[in-house]
């Protein structure tokens, strides 16, 4: 086959193959800030399928406050969550403790396995200084609490950043951060503050709520987390579970 002929080959394979790419990614995610969301909501009782981006350029909407518009991933899903009153909603936010023992399917075991080892609400950024879980009103105050915690892969605890952007009894917003870094195999994966997610909770008719979830990594954390995306999708769903009282399926996710 002549050289040429052999490069439009190759080209037309290439063009090919990012066209194929192209069409298997999802939409850009899309947080019910003025919007319907990206990915919709799933019924009530039903364990959401993420969404997933990697190597994402994307604008997060004003509601979120201040993101980074660059991204090593994003991971984003949404359910319906059933009636509730606002404030147990923030109650189950600042309820730290309970997230103790949370499960979720570990993609590198392929079995179900302990998530969360240890978790407690801190009375600052010291990860010593621990105290009972936040109260609903402490939640919707709007100014950063603090806590702590252990999962199965990190290296040490981990201490993270919570406050609410918005707290009324149509609508929720509460952003998490890492304060310090999430490192294992003594490796940085997250160096402080490029963990970033958000829990947007919606009332929607009849008194029923949405929960949308977006969780990110900014470009300061290591390109390593690129690698473990499917690791990352299933501890996002394991904890969107735990929030909507939603128990894991038996079986492995199907996403």
């Known amino acids: 086959m002549p050289i040429q002929i052999c490069k439009l080959v ?9 066209a194929a790419a192209a069409q298997s990614e999802p939409p850009a995610p899309v947080p019910p800030c003025r919007s319907a969301p990206t990915p919709p909501y799933a019924d009530a009782g039903v364990l959401p ?9 994307w604008h997060a909407p004003a ?25 147990e909603l923030l109650a189950r936010m600042g309820a730290i403790s309970s997230y103790r023992g949370v499960r979720y399917f570990s993609v590198t075991e392929n079995a179900w396995r302990e998530l969360i080892r240890d978790a407690s609400a801190l009375s600052d950024a010291i990860p010593s200084h621990r105290r009972a879980d936040f109260t609903a009103d402490e939640v919707a105050a709007g100014t950063p609490v ?11 605890p981990v201490v993270y950043r919570m406050r609410a952007l ?7 917003i509460v952003e998490t951060a890492n304060v310090t870094s999430i ?32 969780s990110a990594s900014s470009m300061k954390a290591s390109g390593m987390v690129s690698l473990a995306t499917a690791s990352y999708v299933n501890r996002a769903q394991a904890l ?7 128990a894991p399926p038996v079986t492995a996710p199907s996403n």
């Open 10 to 18: 190759l080209v037309a394979a290439a063009c090919a193959a990012m």
């Open 49 to 57: 399928v993420p969404l997933s981006w990697k190597k994402l350029d």
């Open 63 to 87: 509601c979120l406050g201040s993101w980074p518009e660059s991204y090593r991933f994003v991971i984003a899903l949404a359910g319906r969550l059933g009636k509730a009153d606002h404030r």
């Open 146 to 156: 603090f806590f702590v915690e252990e999962d199965n892969r990190s290296s040490e």
């Open 166 to 172: 918005l707290a009324t009894p149509e609508r929720i």
């Open 183 to 214: 490192s294992a195999m003594m490796l940085t994966l997250f160096p402080p503050e490029s963990l970033i997610a958000a829990y947007m909770f919606t009332r929607l008719e009849n008194g029923e709520w949405g929960l949308y979830v977006i």
């Open 240 to 246: 969107f579970g735990h929030l909507a009282g939603v």
